[in-house]
């Protein structure tokens, strides 16, 4: 018999779950060379186009995203090397990963209760309210990768529904009858939680630092040093509006609170965080459209 997870060190039981997840444990290869180009000071739009042109498929996700209301500019572009310039090299990197992802996310159950798309469809609720409240608060350090933020902050999950799915049944079955925080119930379980793995994985996939302490922080930003706490903290306050209004997957920040406390610690108000709520559905709806078709 192998040894239980929760007997292992934290260490070893992230390095088994991953080592599990066969399919999702590898970024396509155009997105890894997309993540590597940006990172490359002397990358240009040209060098990310030439990767771009092998993948008809992203390349149409690009133009379809960038001619959308989610960037909201002027007149339509057909030109994969206009769009590139006027997104810039980090938004299409964002882009070319929300892409890569949104194929995780499958209709396949996970519990009784939720399927995969449910988990998609609350990371999309929580990247659009993390970009709406930085961009409200005007901080380009933040905005710059708030969707992307927001959007794969429960990709731990995945490996888990992948690694141990019916212990992730078992533990959303218990998350939803008892007042105690999903990452609590995971880590009696597993011995890890989705902030774990998620991070683990982020750091597999070369994502950026800031990334990788979102995956690993949004539910304690608090530990963090106030260098690191901005994006976090705002993805700890989108993640918490996603699940008290059970906008997807709904379970994993339902005991959590937001207070005016931790709104002014990242420059939000009240009235702020009503703004968002008020036609957040809409443009969930709305951005789940760009991103699955085409």
């Not at 998609?120 to 609720?125: D, E, I, M």
């Amino acid at each position: 018999m192998p040894a239980s997870p929760v007997a292992m060190e934290p260490e070893q039981v992230v390095k088994t779950m991953l080592g599990r997840i066969g399919d999702i444990a590898t970024l396509p290869e155009v997105t890894a060379k997309i993540i590597a180009a940006v990172d490359d000071p002397k990358s240009t739009a040209h060098d990310l186009h030439n990767i771009i042109k092998n993948d008809p498929a992203l390349a149409t996700k690009i133009l379809k995203v960038v001619n959308s209301a989610f960037y909201g500019l002027p007149g339509q572009v057909s030109d994969l090397d206009r769009a590139i310039i006027l997104l810039g090299l980090s938004a299409v990197k964002n882009i070319a990963i929300s892409a890569s992802i949104s194929r995780l996310f499958t209709a396949e159950r996970i519990s009784d209760q939720f399927s995969a798309r449910d988990i998609w469809r609350h990371s999309v609720g929580v990247g659009v309210a993390t970009r709406q409240f930085c961009t409200m608060i005007g901080k380009k350090s933040c905005a710059e990768e708030a969707f992307l933020a927001g959007l794969i902050h429960d990709l731990g999950i995945l490996i888990e529904r992948q690694a141990n799915p019916e212990q992730l049944a078992e533990i959303i079955g218990i998350a939803g009858k008892r007042e105690q925080a999903f990452h609590v119930i995971e880590t009696e379980m597993l011995g890890v939680d989705h902030q774990l793995l998620g991070a683990a994985l982020a750091a597999k996939w070369k994502f950026p630092r800031g990334l990788q302490t979102v995956m690993g922080y949004h539910h304690r930003p608090e530990v963090l040093s106030a260098d690191n706490r901005l994006l976090p903290v705002v993805v700890h306050i989108a993640d918490t509006l996603c699940c008290h209004d059970s906008i997807g997957f709904y379970l994993t920040a339902a005991d959590q609170k937001v207070d005016e406390g931790i709104l002014q610690s990242v420059g939000l108000s009240e009235a702020n965080f009503m703004a968002v709520r008020e036609n957040l559905l809409e443009q969930v709806d709305q951005t789940e459209t760009i991103l699955m078709g085409g």
